[in-house]
């Protein structure tokens, strides 16, 4: 059964242009435009809400990519973040520069429908030209709409582990009937959660990822989608965690673990 990460709080209000299709370069491909954003000379979070109902991105969508188009000036985008209507979010670090005129291209792993937002960090270049616009558009996917009404990345609760105060090592079994899985997301419950390592094995043996988080989670956040080892998705057999609650008089904490299909 699949249950889906809790909405996030998110901030800021933007209303967006009105929607439009085109082709794409190659002639062949499906656009819609999802709106465009002013981008100040600072560096700037903006929200770009997409004031859509499910009715739309069933006909719309689902949707490959993203295509951001610099015009006016250039503008350095640093991160995109998009958020789906079930909650779940997908950072995207681009950290370049987009020339005026010209375009890049986000892959949103996999047919993706239902969002909620589009939050950038970007500013534009410094010169004469004025400040620049960002225009956003999304490629249509060439199968059908999908079927899911919270259709975004299929987020499955693999577990939940209690954590005291005393660095601990726990090994979550997850096993071949759970699925497969691209990436996985780590959420922290009660109490802040020291996170010191992680190690993911697999279904079919072969190397595990040895993934050294060394982070601390806030009793409510969830971690950012952790990449896992491959280009397809794999069977998780166990998770190894090493990790303790931050001492405080909140008591023990709870780690809930996601893994993302």
Do not use: C
Not at 184 to 191: E, T, V, Y
Request: glycine residues 10%; hydrophobic residues 40%; positive net charge.
């Amino acid at each position: 059964m699949f249950r889906m990460a809790s909405a996030m709080a998110l901030l800021l209000t933007l209303m967006i242009a009105p929607t439009a299709a085109q082709r794409g370069p190659g002639g062949g491909d499906r656009w819609v435009t999802l709106g465009e954003q002013k981008v100040g000379f600072m560096v700037d979070r903006d929200v770009l809400r997409l004031n859509h109902n499910e009715d739309w991105f069933r006909r719309e969508g689902p949707f490959s990519n993203l295509r951001l188009t610099a015009e006016r000036n250039d503008i350095h985008i640093m991160n995109v973040r998009v958020v789906y209507l079930n909650g779940f979010a997908e950072d995207f670090r681009v950290d370049g520069m987009v020339r005026r005129g010209q375009s890049i291209d986000i892959d949103l792993r996999g047919d993706r429908s239902y969002l909620r937002q589009i939050e950038f960090v970007y500013r534009s270049k410094l010169s004469l030209k004025g400040e620049a616009r960002l225009r956003v558009d999304a490629r249509v996917a060439r199968r059908g709409p999908p079927d899911r009404p919270d259709a975004g990345p299929r987020v499955e609760l693999l577990g939940t582990q209690k954590i005291g105060f005393s660095v601990d090592r726990d090994v979550l079994r997850v096993g071949r009937r759970e699925g497969r899985f691209s990436r996985i997301a780590l959420r922290a419950l009660d109490n802040d959660i020291e996170i010191l390592d992680m190690k993911v094995f697999y279904g079919r043996g072969g190397p595990p990822d040895d993934i050294q988080i060394r982070r601390v989670l806030r009793a409510g956040q969830r971690s950012e989608p952790i990449d896992l080892r491959g280009r397809e998705p794999r069977v998780i057999d166990r998770i190894e965690f090493v990790y303790r609650a931050r001492p405080n008089f909140r008591g023990a904490a709870t780690l809930e673990i996601y893994g993302v299909h």
